[in-house]
């Protein structure tokens, strides 16, 4: 890559990076191109052409990502307050425009997601950041822990990855039922298939929370088990956890070879000490644990 092609793409990436940190704020054409440094009567087109969509729509996408996600999980925000956090100066058009995006209104959306749509609405967010946003790892993000072994409460997702929204959903639910606040109780996700199995059939992940004490499933299918402890190389990631593949690709592909270490027969898991979009997305964080011989 020549520096000038690295120069651009550290700007427009630039970009990215300001729109995260001031989602809030006055996200338009002029601020955002001063952000670039690039003239604003070319700036549209250049982000057009490097991310697929306009400025406008990708901002859009990533405040109504923001929103729909406190509509499924922050159930003590109102309809009011995260359509003002959208950006939207009413209700009504904040619903408009979130039944356009995903064919159910905002308050129908909260009592019970329809995921395939929103997956799909969001696949040109995802393929915008992908371009330039890519996380890149090295040996030296990379610590061997001893982990204490840890009791904890098990709800299974089993099938299609994009019903695991719903499977979220009711995890929340039942933990807050139960008492077990993510500020007390640990939260642990356990892979027990690959992302994107050949069949979405196979998909399988454990949610699981920390809790030593007896567990009342209150109507869910919701089983004891442990998390052993021993030793594991940890990779914490910092930002867009939803999608943890990169890391645990970094672990298995690159560090593990080259590490001398043997893989511990136990799935490898993640720990989310904090949630989007509980912080900003930008600021949510998960340590990968790869259990070691």
């Not at 991310?51 to 159930?75: D, E, I, P, W």
């Not at 402890?229 to 930002?239: F, P």
Request: charged content about 25%; proline content about 7%.
């Amino acid at each position: 890559m020549t520096a000038a092609l690295r120069n651009y793409q550290d700007r427009m990436r630039r970009v990215l990076d300001h729109i995260d940190r001031h989602l809030d704020g006055d996200l338009d054409l002029d601020g955002l191109s001063a952000v670039a440094a690039f003239s604003k009567f070319h700036f549209h087109r250049q982000f057009s052409a490097t991310f697929g969509l306009s400025v406008h729509r990708y901002v859009q996408l990533v405040r109504m990502k923001r929103a729909s996600h406190q509509l499924a999980y922050l159930g003590a925000h109102s309809v009011t307050d995260i359509a003002m956090d959208a950006g939207y100066d009413a209700p009504d058009a904040f619903a408009r425009a979130f039944r356009q995006r995903f064919g159910q209104s905002p308050s129908s959306f909260r009592k019970s997601p329809d995921w395939e749509p929103w997956l799909a609405a969001f696949g040109p967010l995802d393929n915008a950041r992908s371009k330039l946003m890519q996380k890149t790892f090295t040996t030296d993000d990379v610590t061997i822990r001893d982990v204490p072994p840890t009791p904890v409460a098990i709800m299974e997702h089993r099938g299609e990855p994009a019903m695991l929204g719903a499977t979220i959903q009711r995890f929340i639910a039942w933990r807050r039922a139960a008492n077990l606040h993510p500020r007390t109780s640990p939260t642990f996700n356990v892979w027990r298939s690959e992302r994107r199995p050949a069949l979405p059939a196979d998909y399988s992940v454990d949610l699981c929370v920390g809790t030593d004490q007896p567990i009342e499933a209150n109507g869910e299918e919701i089983k004891a088990g442990e998390i052993p402890g021993g030793r594991c190389a940890v990779l914490r990631v910092v930002g867009y956890t939803d999608n943890l593949e990169p890391a645990a690709l970094y672990l298995y592909r690159d560090w593990l070879p080259a590490s001398g270490e043997e893989a511990r027969d136990f799935p490898i898991y993640c720990q989310r000490l904090s949630f989007f979009p509980e912080v900003p997305e930008h600021e949510a964080v998960a340590d990968l644990f790869l259990p070691l011989k």
